[in-house]
């Protein structure tokens, strides 16, 4: 059976709909996981400032390693770096709006490789804009495309 043009019109505008409500929903996600790192990095931030230390990471690795055993996530290395997130971008106000705008992965790599404040900003919009996989985000600071454009 050959479809008509109105058909195939209908067929595209439902599968548009599905493809941007996928989309939608994993910005949802992804916007959720963040704000839950950044909670996660300030409780633990807030800890060390009353004196645990950093035994308190390795306890709460395997604590919640064992409460939530299918979700990765939770490693020593992974909480640190949650605290890192928020201690580095809790003061900045330009930076806060920005951080839901894209994966842990990508802020992870831009966290390691750019301790300017205003070429992360560069790194998190241009990522957003322009869908850069991590990859390309890497590449992309690797050439220094921060430095050669300002």
């Not at 595209?12 to 909670?39: F, G, P």
């Not at 990508?106 to 804009?129: G, L, P, W």
Request: charged letters at 25%.
């Amino acid at each position: 059976m050959t479809l008509a043009n109105p058909q195939l019109t209908f067929i595209a505008s439902i599968k548009e709909k599905i493809r941007l409500a996928q989309y939608e929903a994993l910005k949802e996600v992804n916007t959720q996981l963040i704000r839950l790192y950044w909670d996660i990095g300030r409780d633990i931030s807030e800890k060390q400032g009353e004196s645990w230390g950093k035994s308190v990471v390795e306890f709460l690795s395997r604590e919640l390693q064992k409460e939530f055993p299918g979700i990765s996530g939770f490693s020593e290395r992974n909480l640190w770096l949650m605290t890192q997130f928020y201690n580095e971008y809790h003061d900045i106000e330009f930076l806060q709006p920005l951080a839901a705008e894209i994966n842990w992965t990508k802020h992870i790599a831009i966290m390691v490789k750019c301790k300017d404040n205003q070429e992360r900003r560069f790194y998190i919009m241009s990522t957003k804009k322009f869908g850069w996989s991590k990859n390309i985000l890497i590449h992309q600071m690797e050439n220094k495309t921060y430095k050669n454009t300002y």
